[in-house]
């Protein structure tokens, strides 16, 4: 099972680095706090959220996890590329733009969706096949955080960390791959994403 999972991680590398997909294409429908974030450089970059919907084209996730919403853009990325999903759990620290990241969740997803702040309290029954952390919080929440997604996964399942080149994420990802003893596969994506198979 893991082979066939490099393979396929070998393959979103393979497509992604020699892509042409951007985000104005991919998330032109999206809803924004406001709309001239749609000329930065976080959203208009070819090696971010396209990441997602090239990662998402090579797998058929049923169950997702995922902490840090990113208003919801990571959610309508991938699932414009993997069209299996049917239940997406995701958490925040806040809830502040709830009905924005709900809205961009369900653009492109028939998916059940639960969206809310974190509560440290999964519904284990999901089996999630996918967990995603989207975010970098402080070092100690990001150890929290890998903890908590790793124990909400099935085996042979991925974990996928974004801002994994970020201070406060890089030293607690390594260190949690060691202690699990896991090598990650890391993409070069604006912020540098690394996948783990648990």
């Not at 090696?47 to 090579?58: A, D, I, Q, R, T």
């Not at 029954?125 to 996964?153: A, H, P, R």
């Not at 990650?184 to 648990?198: A, D, M, S």
Request: hydrophobic share 35%; net charge positive; glycine share 4%.
């Amino acid at each position: 099972m893991q082979e066939l999972i490099l393979e396929k991680l070998k393959l979103v590398k393979s497509k992604f680095e020699n892509g042409h997909t951007t985000t104005d294409v991919l998330l032109s429908n999206v809803k924004l706090l406001e709309s001239s974030s749609r000329q930065s450089p976080a959203f208009s970059d070819p090696k971010y959220f396209p990441f997602y919907f090239k990662f998402g084209n090579e797998f058929n996730f049923s169950n997702i996890i995922q902490i840090g919403c990113k208003l919801g853009l990571v959610a309508a990325s991938l699932s414009q590329g993997c069209k299996t999903i049917e239940n997406w759990v995701a958490f925040d620290e806040d809830d502040f733009a709830k009905k924005i990241v709900e809205s961009n969740m369900r653009l492109f997803s028939k998916s059940k969706i639960k969206y809310s702040k974190f509560d440290n309290k999964v519904d284990e029954s999901k089996n999630f096949d996918l967990g995603i952390i989207s975010e970098s919080f402080t070092k100690d929440k990001n150890i929290k955080f890998l903890d908590f997604v790793w124990n909400s996964i099935k085996n042979d399942s991925l974990l996928l960390v974004d801002y994994i080149y970020d201070k406060e994420m890089k030293e607690p990802f390594f260190d949690f791959c060691k202690l699990k003893n896991r090598e990650p596969f890391c993409f070069n994506t604006r912020y540098g994403i690394g996948v783990v198979v648990k």
